[in-house]
T-cell receptor, first 111, second 115 residues
Framework: QKEVEQNSGPLSVPEGAIASLNCTYS??????FFWYRQYSGKSPELIMF????GDKEDGRFTAQLNKASQYVSLLIRDSQPSDSATYLC???????????FGTGTRLLVSP | KAGVTQTPRYLIKTRGQQVTLSCSPI?????VSWYQQTPGQGLQFLFE???????NKGNFPGRFSGRQFSNSRSEMNVSTLELGDSALYLC??????????????FGEGSRLTVL
């Protein structure tokens, strides 16, 4: 079982819709959760992090964490073609100062 | 301020050779992590350095090694290259790798092709 699992996609949504990206993790000891965005041919960039159960909003982005279900999600409201990228979920386990990444979900937003 | 700088950006080697990649972190960042990215495996953690000490290590063979200098610059070395080592090698820096361990700033990567 992979430590961080994501559906590879592509997830296709029309412009203006809500894109929902999901991620599950295997280690209950995981404490910190991150979403990175990677455009084709570019390096990953951090867009959000969440540490506590519940929702965290930042502009059009909302991260959701449910530790009981070992589930993290990222919602992108009013999706734009410029949001088309691969979204990487990553976690840090307690006691291990390294970031473990999922393989990413490719998002395509059509005009 | 300047971002994470990686050199070289592209390189081609043959099997059996060795390669050294360099990374200069963001000024003030003391933690440097290295990742290998391939289409099939995604981002795989290689190792992390902090204050010239390797603090964490991933599940890669001993052919992969690294070091960090007193100015926080880091190098990684791959010896006896294999075809499967062809990948994008990404360096990332963070302030201290502790509470900010997940807040990584990535360089543009070094794309290694092994023939």
């Amino acid at each position: 079982q992979k430590e961080v699992e994501q559906n590879s996609g592509p997830l296709s949504v029309p412009e203006g819709a809500i894109a929902s990206l999901n991620c599950t993790y295997s280690d209950r000891g995981s404490q910190s959760f991150f979403w990175y965005r990677q455009y084709s041919g570019k390096s990953p960039e951090l867009i959000m992090f969440i540490y506590s159960n519940g929702d965290k909003e930042d502009g059009r982005f909302t991260a959701q964490l449910n530790k009981a279900s070992q589930y993290v999600s990222l919602l992108i409201r009013d999706s734009q073609p410029s949001d088309s990228a691969t979204y990487l979920c990553a976690v840090i386990k307690t006691g291990f100062q390294k970031l473990v990444f999922g393989t990413g979900t490719r998002l395509l937003v059509s005009p | 301020k300047a971002g994470v700088t990686q050199t070289p950006r592209y390189l081609i080697k043959t099997r059996g050779q060795q390669v050294t990649l360099s990374c200069s972190p963001i000024s003030g960042h003391r933690s440097v992590s290295w990742y290998q990215q391939t289409p099939g495996q995604g981002l795989q953690f290689l190792f992390e350095y902090f204050s010239e000490t390797q603090r964490n290590k991933g599940n890669f063979p001993g052919r992969f090694s690294g070091r960090q200098f007193s100015n926080s610059r880091s190098e990684m070395n791959v010896s006896t290259l294999e075809l499967g080592d062809s990948a994008l090698y990404l360096c990332a820096s963070s302030l201290d790798g502790g509470s900010t361990a997940g807040e990584l700033f990535f360089g543009e990567g070094s794309r290694l092709t092994v023939l």
